[in-house]
Every structure is written in C-alpha cells, then in structure tokens.
C-alpha cells in the first residue's frame, strides 16, 4: 500500500514534490523536504511564504495539488486528519473552551477507550511534564496565554504523535516568555525524542531552537540546511537577506585562482573569494552577487588592509550600542553605505569612530559570500 | 422610575459643586449613562408589561359577581384551579398538559428541522449568508394570521393536499386526520417559528471558531465525533434560546388552535380566552393565566438545567 521512493528512504517524514494551489494561486511550489525520526526541523519564512500551508498540508487539513507526504513510510495521500499519526499545536492554540484543562488534555486519549484511571494518570503526567500540576480542574476562561499555549502542547503530546507540528506556537506570547518557552520547549523535544515541525518566521527562533532550517520564499524552499550552514553559507541572496543582516555587491566573476574566484565588485575594486559549495553559476563574466555580513568586517588601521581583502571608506553614521557599534562606511563608486558592526573588544583596540573619519575595512575571503544573481 | 433617579443624583453632585457641571458628571458617570440609553425601554416596560401583569395579579385576588367584581381579597380562584374539585381543575391541568405537549412537539420539531439549515448556512454557504437569512425569514413577511389560514387551506378537508391526492388516485375520500387536531397545530406552529429557531442556532454556530474543529480533528474524531464533542455543546446557547423562544409563546398560543385545532386542540390560551369574553369571570381568567405563565417558567427553569447538564457531561 505504502509507496516509497527510494532516494529519500531514510526520511521519516516526507514531502515529495508537493505542490498546492488555491485556484490558480500556487502556495507551496514543488517541495522536496525529508525530516529525520526525532529532528527539531524549523519551516521559516516572512507571512504568506506557504510554510503554514506546508504544515497543513502534513497535518491533513489540506491535500497536495499534486506529489505526495510519508510518514514513517506510509503514504498519507488518502489519510485524513483524524487517522494521522501527528497532533498539532496551533497557533491560537484551539483550547477547547466548553471543556477544562484536564478534559481538553484527555481531548485525544477518550477515543482510545482507556480506563479512567489510565486516562487521568496520562493527564497528570501531561500537567507535570508543562510544569502545570494540579491545573486539571481550571476552566479554559481562567488560563493566561502562557499557559494555554503549554495545555496545547500537552494535549498533542498525550497522544504520543509520531510527529509534532507547531504552527507558530509561541508568536503570541511576550518576548521574556516566549525565550523561557524556546529553551523549554527544545529541552522538551530532546526528552520526547518526538519530531517536530515548528513553523515560525522568527528567524532567531528558529535558529537557536532547531536542528535543521528550510528557508520558504514565496512558496518555494529556497535551502534547507542546519542554522549555522544557513547562517555561514546561504545559497541564495534571499535566504542571506531573510536571516541576520547582510550587505550586498553587484559584481562580476573575473576568474578563478587556485580554489578562489576573483571578482570586481562595486564599491570594493577587485574581491578574492572562497569558491562556494555549489558554483555551477561562476564561469568568467557572469553576474553575481558579492555578501559579507556586517560583523565580519573588520576595521584595520590605515594602510593594513590586503588586497583583494580590504576597500577604504569614510564613516557615516554611527550607533554605540553597548556591546557593540553600528557604522555605516562610505564607500566610492556605490551609492549604499556599507553596514559594519564592530564588537566592543575590536573597538578598544582601534581609536574612537567618528562620523567623517577615513577607516579601512577588512575581511577574512571566507567571510566573503558568492551567491546567483 | 429611572428617570427619577437620575435627576436625584444629578441634583446631588449639582448641588456638592461638581466640577463641569451635569455634562461632565454625566460623562463620567457609567450608570448614567446606561440608564439614559435604557430609558425610553424602560418606561415603555413598565407601562406595557409590569403594570398589566401587576393588574392581573389584583384581579386574581377578586371575585366576579354577576356584573360586578367584588375587591376583596381571597385565594378562592386558586383554590379553585389546585385544589378544590372543580371543573376549573379539571379543566386546567388538562389543558394545561396539552399546551405544554403540543409546544414541546412543536419547540422538538421546530429545533430538529431548524438546525440543518442553521448548519449549512453556517458552514457551507460561503459567498451569499446574508441574501439565505433573508430568504429564510421571507415566511415572515406575511402576516402570521394570513400563515395559519394558508395552513387550513392546505390541510383542509377539500384542501390543496386532499384535492392533490384525490385528484392523483391516491385516496379515494378526503383524508381527515390532516385538520382539526394536535398534529395540525404542530405543523402549523412549527412553520410558523421556523425562522425563530434558525437564527439563534445560526448565530451560536457561526462564532464557532472554525480552528476548534480542526483541532478536534486532529486529536483523532471524525465528522460525527467532532459535531458531538464540539459543534453541538457550542452551539448550546443558540438551541436554548431557540427552544425557549418557541416554547414560552407556543405554549400560550391561542390563534392557531382556535383556528386549525379543533375541539381536541383546544388549548390553556383557549380557555383563559373564554373567562374574560363569554363566561365574563376576568378573576378566574387571569388566576389562570398566572398559573399557566408560573408553571411555564417553572418547566423552562428545570429543562433548560438538565439540558445544560446533560450537554455539559459530553466530554
């Protein structure tokens, strides 16, 4: 009955061209994503992406346009909602509010037709695990947010689901909250060993929360990869842009030396780069995209900079911010000034910045991303 | 009455040196303001529907004699009606029983045939909601009198259902269990509150948060699982009102039996009409009103408890 293919067998969960449209709009264009058993894996994207779509679409409320979703290796096509082995937390979190927190837990586990003795230790281990004991007997009326969003939890997890899916669970909830609940909710996972799904479009979140990332972007899934590869190495520029901050340069690839390709950039002059993973798009003369985080760029004493490595600008506007100072350094030839962070230890080293100062920035080559323009 | 009260209090804070004056007093003052907005309501309540009620409490104390009532006070019609065999007691319990097992039919019937439709109003008519509420309240537009003929001429003895059938060769000679009975005031009644039902059970059911299903869903219940456990206990507050709106009045009702009920669909509202025009004994008609209108709310009060609580052990 279950069809699999064999090039993705390992994944526990599955999506497999998968493709949604909504009459004539295309949600989710054709995404490939396999999940290992008892990964934290994140869909991030800015709203209207298709990641809540995607998760849907494995929870059961919605079915493909066309490819097909696995779980565990059985294919979901023709299952619904209700026999899927996943429960999810939604986003409102959906407490049931005619019922209290002890039967809203119970929700799932009445259908297994256990006794009520089994039932009620199931709910108070349930209570226990989301540091809510003794809550049972609270009507749904009487529950801060914080704690509905953790009765939801627990109500999807009583149920032992194969996988969890979280559809931006702690959106909701105040920034001191929902850090406390981040740290929780990962060292929860790690005790379940359950998958999770979380779909979020907080980037922080989902970088300090999960194991692997995909980027969603208008539907599509532009990379999917652990938080530091997506970070370090982004494959494209919306995936640099979407996470952290990033300046870009227009520039062209003048030819490659040794493992290093060399471009001309504007604003920088002549560039020495790391050849990235995947350079099927650098061939001399081709369009592409220089980027370098601002963190990366370093602020040398005059004259230090290596070629290639190093472009002199003169400081714009400047932010102290404490641990660290925001700059932005003005470049010739490019219109855009150049953001630049400079951490507090750096900043001891050099002089003072101030705005109209002559600086010159470096960098190491392997900070300096090539990306497809 | 509170009116009263608010030129009272007005002319207190006046008279301490509010500051701003009444304006801003009125401003600051909630109750005020509430009662400014009830106002109008309110007089019209208590002029419409305290002081005749207050009135046939009197005249349920009183005694006709002859032409004449004699005011002196005594709990002699109640006697009559609870206590004493009388054929007042007779009278009232029987009736008293058809009425409330007619409207209860009638409010089962009515509630039963309402809901679908609120229901699929509800959740499956996406684009027109507004344009299905007023076709379903079109029946209204017509007056209900002119709504309860139509049914005798429907149901009648040479009506459009016996002529139809006769005509067809189905039935040989007028079916006449169709008029003229309890059966006929249900279908009579049950039309005619139709749109009193669907729009209270429409109302409950669209504020249902649609995530709720999907959540029920979710956790493992298939369609008839996550009505039961979720769409019917939430819709609760709409089927009650919507079984208390056609029970009180049906109860009381006393154009439809009079009209499509005959002598065995005479109801209380019949023979509470009878005391104050033919037999001209306003006390006794108005001791029975007020003991029908008790025992109503005494009915409404407990069946709308055990329903609550029957509803409330779904889990």
Redesign the interface.
């Known amino acids: 009955m279950s069809k699999s293919s064999p090039a993705t067998q390992d994944g526990y969960l599955r999506i497999e061209h998968v493709t949604k449209r909504f009459m004539g709009v295309t949600a989710v264009e054709n995404a490939n994503i396999s999940i290992a058993r008892g990964e934290f894996f994140s869909l991030l994207g800015p709203s209207g992406c298709g990641k809540t779509t995607l998760l849907r679409m494995i929870?059961?409320?919605e079915f493909p346009t066309e490819g097909a979703i696995y779980m565990d290796g059985q294919d979901m096509s023709a299952v619904?909602?209700?026999?899927r082995p996943?429960?999810?937390v939604?986003q409102?979190y959906?407490i049931?509010?005619?019922?209290n927190v002890h039967?809203n837990i119970?929700?799932?586990l009445?259908?297994l037709r256990l006794s009520r003795r089994e039932v009620n230790r199931r709910v108070e281990e349930a209570l226990a695990m989301i540091h809510l004991p003794g809550l049972g007997k609270r009507r749904a009326d009487q529950l801060s947010g914080g704690q509905r969003q953790r009765i939801a939890l627990a109500?999807?997890l009583v149920?032992r689901p194969k996988v969890l899916l979280l559809d931006e669970p702690l959106g909701a909830l105040d920034k001191k909250l929902r850090e406390s609940m981040q740290l929780e909710l990962r060292e929860l996972q790690r005790s379940v060993g359950i998958t999770f799904v979380f779909v979020t479009h907080d980037q922080e979140e989902a970088l300090s929360m999960s194991d692997r990332i995909a980027v969603m972007f208008k539907g599509k899934v532009l990379q999917v990869a652990s938080p530091r590869a997506l970070y370090e190495a982004p494959n494209c520029r919306e995936v640099a842009d979407f996470i952290g901050s990033i300046n870009f340069f227009e520039a062209t690839v003048r030819g490659q030396e040794g493992g290093d390709v060399i471009l001309e950039a504007a604003g920088l002059g002549t560039v020495r780069a790391n050849l990235p993973a995947e350079h099927g798009f650098i061939s001399p003369g081709a369009r592409v995209i220089a980027a370098i985080r601002p963190e990366k760029i370093l602020l040398l004493a005059d004259g230090n900079g290596q070629p290639g490595q190093s472009a002199v600008g003169v400081i714009g506007a400047h932010a102290y911010l404490g641990d660290r100072d925001h700059l932005q350094v003005a470049l010739s030839g490019r219109k855009e000034p150049v953001a630049v962070a400079a951490q507090q230890i750096e900043r001891a080293l050099t002089a003072r910045f101030d705005s109209g100062q002559k600086v010159t920035l470096g960098w190491d080559k392997a900070a300096m991303l090539v990306l497809p323009g | 009455m509170a009116t009263s009260a608010i030129s009272q209090s007005a002319s207190q804070s006046a008279g301490t040196g509010a500051r701003g004056g009444l304006r801003a007093w009125f401003l600051r003052s909630e109750n005020a303001r509430g009662y400014a907005l009830m106002g109008p309501t309110l007089v019209i309540m208590f002029i419409a529907l305290a002081a005749p009620l207050i009135l046939l409490l009197l005249y349920s104390f009183w005694t006709q004699e002859g032409y004449t009532v004699n005011t002196t006070l005594t709990f002699d019609r109640y006697f009559d009606i609870f206590v004493n065999d009388t054929s007042e007691n007779r009278l009232f319990w029987t009736l008293f029983q058809r009425s409330v097992s007619i409207s209860g039919v009638v409010t089962l019937v009515t509630v039963l045939l309402a809901y679908p439709i609120a229901y699929y109003v509800a959740f499956h008519v996406k684009k027109y909601k507004f344009l299905w509420l007023i076709l379903l309240t079109i029946p209204f537009w017509t007056s209900y009198l002119l709504r309860v003929f139509a049914w005798k001429i429907i149901l009648g003895y040479q009506g459009v259902i016996n002529s139809g059938l006769q005509s067809l060769g189905i039935i040989d000679a007028p079916l006449e269990f169709l008029l003229y009975n309890p059966t006929s005031i249900v279908i009579t009644l049950a039309h005619a509150w139709a749109a009193f039902a669907i729009l209270p059970i429409y109302v409950s059911l669209e504020k249902i948060d649609r995530t709720l299903l999907e959540a029920a869903a979710d956790l493992g219940d298939g369609p008839w699982r996550r009505f039961w456990r979720i769409t019917f206990p939430l819709s609760m507050p709409g089927v009650i009102s919507a079984a208390v709106l056609i029970f009180v009045p049906t109860t009381g009702d006393y154009v439809t039996p009079e009209l499509v009920g005959g002598t065995q669909g005479k109801m209380l509202a019949n023979l509470i009409q009878i005391q104050f025009g033919k037999s001209n004994d306003w006390p006794l008609g108005a001791a029975l009103a007020l003991s029908g209108l008790a025992f109503v709310g005494l009915i409404v009060v407990f069946t709308v408890a055990a329903f609550r609580a029957a509803v409330s052990r779904v889990r």
Not at chain 1, 80 to 83: E, F, I, L, S
């Open positions: 929870a059961g409320f619904p909602a209700n026999k996943s429960n999810m939604f409102s959906a049931f509010p005619h019922l039967d119970a929700y799932g009445r259908r109500r999807a149920n």
